[in-house]
């Protein structure tokens, strides 16, 4: 344990350090990672589909507010739609403006939400991100954690119709509106998920935020538990379809990388907890203070050897 808390020292002095050099490096590697997973599920439009295309703007990224990130993924969804389907690009379009006015107007702090959750569907580990925000963030992080679903939803509705959408090219234009638009709307497995992660978020934020012992490993296990649940009852009610091994392995694994976040953000020693009354001219106050686990970085000894004395012992050898 003591290593880990060392180590956890080095890499918190490291990037407190070098902050100005890291932090565009990650901004960089997020963009690229972004909309190298959006060209690789749509990839409709060439001139965008290349790979200094691609570096270039996440360039620009690692230099502008990170808001900036989640523009540039959508310019990127929107253009390889309209190159597709203009009916697509209108509908995500109007999804994607209606989800930016909430997100600016209920959690605007939250942007690498709405990055990080298309991308962590695509790698299969969705359960990550309500648990995370319900630590970390607010009860309106639940509106960025719904604007991710949704953002990923929306490109996963296109990509799994594409035939169906590509041969409607000879109907009316209202034809393929209310196809694409009713997929969206009727699709249950995107309900439910919203409805379990709004859940999560809400129930972790309210139990870390109490002041017994352990209370943001008890809100991990019942924000896991109580997202598990969510799902199923879901897949029972409206036939959703959901993995049931999947959802549990993926949850699970969502626990132990809220593990690691807790370790670098909440680890404390409940064994040395104090509590403290004081006073003032108004109030009482009953505080509970429980300590944060340090521990001081290994100094390193350079050992000096005094040449002189070296020296005499080496003559005193040699006359030997």
């Known amino acids: 344990m003591t ?7 080095i890499i918190m002095t490291i990037y ?49 507010p990170m808001n900036f990130i989640v523009v540039m993924a959508a310019a990127f969804t929107m253009l390889h739609l309209y190159s597709f389907s203009l009916e697509c690009a209108a509908v995500v379009g109007a999804g994607f403006l209606l989800m930016f006015l909430l ?29 995370a925000m319900g630590l970390i963030g607010t009860p309106a992080s639940a509106v960025s954690v719904a604007c991710g679903v949704i953002a990923y939803y929306m490109i996963h509705y296109v990509t799994q119709n594409v035939s169906a959408i590509a041969a409607m090219a000879g109907e009316e234009t209202a034809a393929k509106f209310r196809f694409i638009i009713d997929g969206l709307l009727n699709n249950k497995e995107m309900v439910v998920t919203i409805v379990a992660f709004g859940i999560t978020v809400i129930l972790v934020y309210l139990i870390r935020r109490l002041s017994f ?8 296990v019942a924000g896991v538990v109580v997202n598990i649940m969510v799902l199923l009852v879901g897949d029972l009610m409206f036939e959703t379809n959901v993995a049931l091994f999947g959802v549990i392995a993926g949850n699970v694994v969502a626990f132990l990388l809220a593990l690691v976040l807790q370790f670098f953000v909440f680890n404390v020693d409940y064994s040395r907890t104090e509590k403290v009354q004081f006073e003032d001219d108004e109030y009482y106050y009953y505080v509970k203070a429980v300590p944060k686990v340090t521990v001081a970085r290994p100094e390193k000894k350079v050992k000096q ?7 005499a012992i080496q003559k005193t050898k040699s006359t030997h």
Do not use: H
């Open 3 to 9: 290593t880990l808390l060392v180590a956890k020292q």
């Open 16 to 64: 407190s350090k070098y902050e100005v050099y890291i932090t565009p490096l990650l901004k960089f590697l997020l963009a690229l990672i972004a909309l190298l997973l959006i060209n690789s599920r749509l990839g409709y439009m060439e001139s965008i589909d290349k790979s200094t295309v691609v570096l270039i703007v996440a360039l620009m990224c690692s230099f502008m």
């Open 103 to 131: 997100y600016l107007r209920f959690s605007p702090k939250d942007t690498l939400v709405v990055v990080f959750m298309p991308i962590c569907f695509l790698l299969k580990v969705p359960y990550i991100v309500p648990l």
């Open 213 to 220: 012992d352990y209370a943001w490993t008890i809100a991990m």
């Open 305 to 311: 050897i005094n040449s002189q004395k070296s020296k």
